[in-house]
């Protein structure tokens, strides 16, 4: 946050994978409803901060969420502009990994990515201060509204929900049917976006 409030002309790449990969699957502020990770082994309770909000809200910070098995060209498109930015850039990109335990194994990390778009669970969006100063909006909504009857086959997909099922049932649909709310609500939010900053 500190490199992107400086205005300096830096280029940030965050590969979220909604929980500390690196150090061995602990639950993180980007870990999502629901998710069992190392500290919240009865799935986590509470949603993911929104990173891509808090850069937005300097105002000349370019972003953008991607996902490169959904999406390639909207992907190589935000690189695109965020490289030639005058000013911050941070990408934000949907990186499935090992630790999700994606059934069939994490050969099919970018079919994952596409079903997390197409379910509702991960949007993609641009915003491009530059296009503001030539008086265009800058918030550019690239994902449909989710097929949210594959959003809890999404979810069941992968270990770290899953198993929440197995462990404790219960818990699980009353998190996983948080989480689904959640993501409505944030598409319901995201649409607003493209109004405010009209």
Not at 47 to 72: C, R
Not at 125 to 147: C, H, I, Q, R, V
Request: aromatic share 12%; charged share 25%; net charge negative.
């Amino acid at each position: 946050a500190h490199v992107l409030a400086s205005g300096e002309n830096v280029n940030v790449f965050v590969f979220d994978t909604e929980m500390y990969s690196n150090t061995g699957g602990q639950a993180s502020k980007a870990s999502n409803i629901g998710e069992v990770c190392q500290f919240a082994a009865a799935g986590k309770e509470v949603g993911k901060k929104s990173l891509s909000e808090i850069a937005m809200s300097y105002g000349y910070v370019y972003v953008a969420q991607i996902a490169l098995g959904a999406n390639p060209n909207q992907a190589v498109k935000a690189i695109k502009e965020a490289e030639a930015y005058n000013g911050p850039s941070l990408i934000i990109g949907y990186a499935p990994c090992e630790l999700h335990g994606v059934k069939g194994g994490i050969n099919h990390c970018q079919d994952e990515m596409k079903a997390a778009v197409e379910a509702g669970y991960w949007n993609l969006f641009s915003y491009n201060p530059a296009l503001k100063a030539e008086g265009k909006n800058p918030f550019t909504l690239t994902s449909k509204e989710g097929d949210y009857g594959k959003y809890q086959d999404f979810l069941n997909n992968e270990t770290r929900y899953s198993r929440l099922k197995r462990a404790f049932p219960e818990r699980a649909d009353e998190l996983f049917e948080k989480n689904e709310k959640a993501a409505k609500e944030r598409y319901e939010h995201l649409m607003k976006l493209v109004e405010l900053y009209k």
